[in-house]
């Protein structure tokens, strides 16, 4: 055995080591206080060019009231332009100016966008404020922060009515304290996931696996994918609930159902077996009660609606596998949610009636 196969390390050689190992750390920690930083000082411009911008805008239109000439609105703003952009840049067009007085206008407390724009740009306000409502403009606000969505994503949000969505889904849970609003969307757009027209209820459960992250974006923020076909054994007997996942925001199971055609009120009583199973073998301590998503590619709406199972947990949606022409579009997602404040008035108004009966 030669001497230099059992040779120990030298005193010198550990300390290289050692200091090897702390100038690797040292490294690793100053580089994660500058990227930490450069976030930081990245959100504080953004949120202060914003809030800049609202005191420009307010300021603008101080002055363009004052006045009382509507012609003397297009004539300041012209001259102010032209003089900021040969000082500041381009960031001070007309056009810019004029969107600036819009937000100003929309929003006359910036307190409201404040806490809403903390990880956001100016890009991102541009994009909501052609939108018509105070409540949509916050919602994708707020959906776009928490989530940190660059403004092509959000420009898609809104594109797809996710807000309008949002809101006919929420219309099964006005009395509801078991499903959280804003949990589910209705219909969902499925056509990212590539299916032909006679697909099967496999082929869109094989398909969503397929897509998952695209699914996921549709679906919404917080949900993470468990398992598919999950085994229930009940009295002996098997069954399968299709799709189940986890929402970290609201620390529940969610289990899915996938139907083709419509909706039919013998699938309420499947979910609700499958969700007092889940509640009873596979909730965790910390958790809350799982609920129940039914999707179907068509509706039956006053069924969905008598049968109240969002006091059982569970809500029915439809999903289109294709998405229409921009304008039909918008008038289908309009129509139903025409629809859906109907059904909301119609209902308070029974469960008013029934109040004073008492």
């Not at 297009?74 to 032209?82: A, E, G, P």
């Not at 928490?146 to 949002?166: D, N, P, T």
């Not at 965790?284 to 009660?289: L, S």
């Not at 439809?318 to 209902?347: C, G, H, M, N, V």
Request: aromatic share 10%.
């Amino acid at each position: 055995m030669s001497i230099n196969e059992n040779k120990v390390p030298s005193s010198n050689e550990d300390e290289q080591q050692n200091e090897l190992l702390l100038e690797v750390s040292l490294y690793n920690d100053i580089s994660l206080m500058i990227e930490q930083t450069r976030s930081s000082i990245a959100s504080h411009a953004n949120q202060n060019t914003i809030y800049l911008f609202w005191c420009i805008g307010k300021r603008v239109n101080e002055t363009i009231l004052k006045n009382k000439r509507a012609t003397y609105g297009k004539q300041i703003v012209s001259t102010l332009s032209t003089q900021l952009v040969e000082v500041y840049g381009r960031s001070f067009s007309s056009r810019n100016i004029r969107r600036m007085i819009q937000f100003s206008e929309q929003f006359s407390d910036f307190g409201i966008v404040s806490t809403l724009t903390t990880q956001l740009s100016w890009s991102h306000i541009v994009e909501i404020l052609p939108l018509k409502s105070l409540d949509s403009k916050l919602y994708y606000l707020k959906e776009a922060n928490q989530g940190i969505v660059s403004v092509g994503i959000l420009r898609e949000m809104i594109h797809r009515k996710a807000y309008e969505r949002k809101e006919i889904a929420n219309s099964q849970a006005v009395e509801s304290n078991k499903i959280p609003m804003n949990t589910f969307k209705d219909p969902y757009l499925f056509d990212v996931l590539g299916l032909k027209d006679d697909y099967l209820e496999n082929d869109l459960e094989t398909a969503i696996l397929c897509e998952l992250e695209k699914f996921i974006l549709e679906f919404g923020k917080g949900f993470a994918f468990m398992e598919r076909q999950k085994r229930m054994v009940i009295d002996g007997e098997d069954f399968y609930l299709d799709l189940l996942f986890y929402n970290r925001h609201l620390k529940r199971l969610v289990a899915v159902e996938l139907k083709q055609g419509k909706f039919k009120a013998d699938y309420s009583g499947q979910l609700r077996l499958y969700l007092k199973w889940l509640n009873r073998y596979e909730r965790q301590e910390g958790e809350n009660e799982p609920i129940g998503l039914i999707l179907c590619s068509e509706g039956n709406r006053e069924q969905i609606e008598l049968l109240e199972m969002d006091k059982e947990g569970i809500m029915v949606a439809q999903y289109w596998t294709t998405l229409p022409p921009k304008e039909e579009f918008e008038q289908r997602i309009q129509s139903i949610l025409a629809e859906t404040k109907e059904r909301i008035q119609r209902r308070r108004s029974l469960t008013m009636n029934e109040s004073d009966k008492i």
